[in-house]
């Protein structure tokens, strides 16, 4: 991506996603300041590669600034409320005031703690996103889901805190490990599923392109990813209705996390997006199964999946009631039962309820 890219998410909250190369050291980072406080949240991955530029980026328009970091282990298994609570710590130690800043600076798992640690500082103070990974570009630092992980089920406690900016710098994506790279097509090819059957094609089309780090076909697939998400984040921030289409293959995808113990960096687990890919093969032959789409819809589907180099099959050794009863603490859930996102056909999805268990442990057992 040559040029500076911008996508407005409207709605409640207001904030522009810039994305583009170069904008580490942009001086509009600091522009994005209110206060004198400024905590950069990054992992032990991130941190040594691009915490000082930020900084220096941060200081050099606001020379007075008080900044300091925390940094934590790399890994969805450090998603917890304990890191949570030395996330707060230094905001303590920071002296942070109700006009300070949380500058999340990494992949999925650093926006989502840092911003959940803005949401609760005093009541809620601002966060700004600086995502480092593809899957943080396409989806977690726009809409302002934050969260962390219990034993029990991905993402249970959290809050609803949109950023008051994304600024996503794209030539990062040259450090990041082609696995990483992989896991956040998932989430692309989630747009196409239930958005748009044209951008789908488009993915099939230029699926070697992005496995290959191909800047144009990427930055293509992270402004598309962008726009789309923007759109339904600004009309649904909070996931009283459409938003939820968002969370196609993530009913399954969750409770395969949640049984792998969010080991998702080992090499036989996997992490978020290839778990995401996992459960939207899922729950395509999910649709085919209960009549709504054709299972041809499914097969295509994993095939995209697999020529992006995802994985399409549950983990040997995952038990199926087990996965079944841990989707039972999935958000979407009601006191009558799951509710899953289901394809009408590529490019149309919808939320359904009311879906039997016994179709599900079916898909699940064949899976
Ligand atoms: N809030 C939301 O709307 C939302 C949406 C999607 C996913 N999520 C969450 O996001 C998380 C997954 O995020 P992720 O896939 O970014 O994983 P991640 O944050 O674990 O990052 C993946 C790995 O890449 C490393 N890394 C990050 N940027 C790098 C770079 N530029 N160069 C080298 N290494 C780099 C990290 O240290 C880590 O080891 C999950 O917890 C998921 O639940 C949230
Ligand atoms: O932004 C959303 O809404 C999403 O559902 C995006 C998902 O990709 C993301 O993984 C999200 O964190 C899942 O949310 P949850 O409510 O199921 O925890
Ligand atoms: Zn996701």
Redesign the pocket.
Known sequence: MSALHTVKVDGEARYDILIGPGLLGDARIAHTLRGKHALIVSDANVAPLYADRVEAALRSGRPALHVARYVMPAGEQEKTLARFCECLDALAALGATRDAAVIALGG?VVG?LAGFAAACWMRGIDVVQIPTTLLSMV??S??G?T?VDLPAG??LV?AFHAPRAVIADTAVLRTLPARELRAGLA?VV?YGAVFDENFFSWLEAHASALVAGEDAALAEAIARSCQY?AEV?SRDPF?HGE??L??FG?TFG?AIECELGYAGTDRDALN?GEA?AVGMVLAARLSAAVGRAPLSDARRVETLLQHLGLPTAIPAGLDAPALLARMRL???AVAGGLRFILLNHIGDATVVSGVPDQAVLEVLRAG
């Open positions: 999925g989502d989806d977690s726009v809409g889901k969260a991905k993402n959290g989430e989630k998400k984040v996931e938003r939820a968002l969370n993530h969750h978020h995401v999935d958000k979407k």
